[in-house]
Structure formats: structure tokens, C-alpha cells
T-cell receptor, first 112, second 114 residues
């Protein structure tokens, strides 16, 4: 079975400090990993896909298959980064179709 | 272009009643998934549809059902409502059936069962 673990419910950092939101997964196959973000009173939105190897809003995430991790990082936190962040794993299922498994989320609070 | 639209935004129902939630995906998106979000359980997968076919179902009782129409719009139905069904129900659509593409979520329908 697949599982996504986000060990921190709340992460509080000061503006300008580095941010690292942890995500570990367990999955026997080749994972497709994502970070989703939910700003206050807004809908859940896709932030990053591991396959894209892109940087969005200064955030990056590297898939480490050896450590089964997909941590989200940003060198300098901004106040507008305060939000709930979810790590998610997608896998193709037998017979077709996909399923996203979410972690429990980490609330990032950037303080001035 | 318009995003994923869910209606209604809020619903209050009584135990034992049934409810139907609606989702209109982004134009051109053929894959629609439903998720339940609660403070205790987080985001849990309900089911996924592609081209009017339910391809996968999460670990929910048979009271939860859904369907997808030829225009990709989807509905979710919950019968014999229980207090524990109170949650935010999210719909998400994707352009492809590929697992690496990612989903676009709607704002959700907040269901309260009293």
C-alpha cells in the first residue's frame, strides 16, 4: 500500500529564513509525486510536480528514491508563503486510472 | 478559462437524507476525481472517472456513489446520510489519464449533516 508522511503539522519560520517541508513516502513502484498548496480561503492548487523539475514561487523539490523523500524547499521564506502544504503521491492502478494519496499536511507560518 | 466548478458550495442535510453534489471540470478535461476532506482523516480518495467510466473507488461504503456524463461533468451521491459524512467534498479534474499530470481542484462543497 502507498503512504505519504508529513511529520510536521506546523512549521513556523521567520521571514527570510530557509524553509524545508518534509515528505516521505512508501510505495513499491515508481512514484509520481506532487506538492499541493492551500492558501487561506482558497482552493487546493498544484504547486510542483516532481517530473517537471521546476521551481515555482521559489520552491523546489527533489525526489530522493534512496531515502524515499520529496522534501519541499525554499531558500528565503516570504510572508505570502504562509499556507497549508500537502505532499501527494499518484500511481496508476491496475485496470487503468489514478489515485492521489495525500499526506496530512504541514501548516507553514512565516513570521515577520 | 473557467476552473473546476462545484455546486452547491454549502449544504445542510438531516441524517438519513440523501444528497447529490455536482462538478463541472475544466473544459477538455476528461478525468474527474472526488475527495473527502475532514479534520480527522485529511484528504481521502473517493472515486475517479474517465470517459464516463468509474475506474477506481476508494475505501468508502456503498452509500457513496457517482457518475460521469458524456460532457465530463460528474455527480456524486451520498444516500442515508450519517453525521460522520459531514466534510468538504472536493472534485478535481485532469487533462489526461496519466498519473504524472496533476489535478486541478474545485473549491469544494461543504456538507453538514445534522
Amino acid at each position: 500500500a502507498q503512504r505519504v508522511t508529513q511529520p510536521e503539522k506546523l512549521l513556523s519560520v521567520f521571514k527570510g529564513a530557509p524553509v524545508e517541508l518534509k515528505c516521505n513516502y512508501s510505495y513499491s513502484g515508481s512514484p509520481e509525486l506532487f506538492w499541493y498548496v492551500q492558501y487561506s480561503r482558497q482552493r487546493l492548487q498544484l504547486l510542483l510536480r516532481h517530473i517537471s523539475r521546476e521551481s515555482i514561487k521559489g520552491f523546489t523539490a527533489d525526489l530522493n528514491k534512496g531515502e524515499t523523500s520529496f522534501h519541499l524547499k525554499k531558500p528565503f521564506a516570504q510572508e505570502e508563503d504562509s499556507a497549508m502544504y500537502y505532499c501527494a503521491l499518484s500511481r496508476s492502478l491496475t485496470g487503468g486510472g489514478n489515485k492521489l494519496t495525500f499526506g496530512t499536511g504541514t501548516q507553514l507560518k512565516v513570521e515577520l | 478559462k473557467a476552473g473546476v466548478t462545484q455546486t452547491p458550495r454549502y449544504l445542510i442535510k438531516t441524517r438519513g437524507q440523501q444528497v447529490t453534489l455536482s462538478c463541472s471540470p475544466i473544459s477538455g478535461h476528461r478525468s474527474v476525481s472526488w475527495y473527502q476532506q475532514t479534520p480527522g482523516q485529511g484528504l481521502q480518495f473517493l472515486f475517479e472517472y474517465f470517459s464516463e467510466t468509474q475506474r477506481n473507488k476508494g475505501n468508502f461504503p456503498g452509500r457513496f456513489s457517482g457518475r460521469q456524463f458524456s460532457n465530463s461533468r460528474s455527480e456524486m451521491n451520498v444516500s442515508t446520510l450519517e453525521l460522520g459524512d459531514s466534510a468538504l467534498y472536493l472534485c478535481a479534474s485532469s487533462l489526461t489519464e496519466l498519473s504524472n499530470y496533476g489535478y486541478t481542484f474545485g473549491s469544494g462543497t461543504r456538507l453538514t449533516v445534522v
